[in-house]
Nanobody, 132 residues
């Protein structure tokens, strides 16, 4: 079975940094297929929004405008694990951060899937709280 487990959330002051991790198990890689791993976040009373994504095969990335220049998404060189480095955190970054996976084909033109319904697998999320 596929399982995504986030970790690394917590309480941090505005301007601080935090690194989230998403450990994936059960994702099967075949010839010609890859995965796009994404980070989403959801604050109380707000819709779930796209944060960042990375294609496993070539490390192409995409970011929401709200986090561009502050957050960095990356993947482990060996393990099926994706990271989200969050810098210069703001109170408006407070949310539950969720990891998601979308199966994709290798060698296609890169794009960052922005809609949550494009992703087939989800973790439970980890809470990030930024205090002012």
């Amino acid at each position: 079975q596929v399982q995504l487990v986030e970790s690394g959330g917590g309480l941090v002051q505005a301007g601080g940094s935090l690194r989230l991790s998403c450990a994936a198990s059960g994702l099967t890689f075949y010839a010609g297929n890859t995965y796009i791993m994404g980070w989403f976040r959801q604050a109380p009373g707000k819709e779930r929004e796209f944060v960042a994504a990375i294609r496993w095969s070539d490390r192409n990335t995409g970011y929401a405008d709200s986090v561009k220049g502050r957050f960095i998404i990356s993947r482990d060189n060996a393990k099926v694990r994706v990271y989200l480095e969050m810098n210069s955190l703001k109170p408006e970054d407070t949310a539950v951060y969720l990891c998601a996976a979308k199966i994709a084909s290798s060698g296609r033109r890169w794009y960052a899937p922005l809609r949550e319904d494009e992703y087939g697998y989800w973790g439970q999320g980890t809470q990030v709280t930024v205090s002012s």
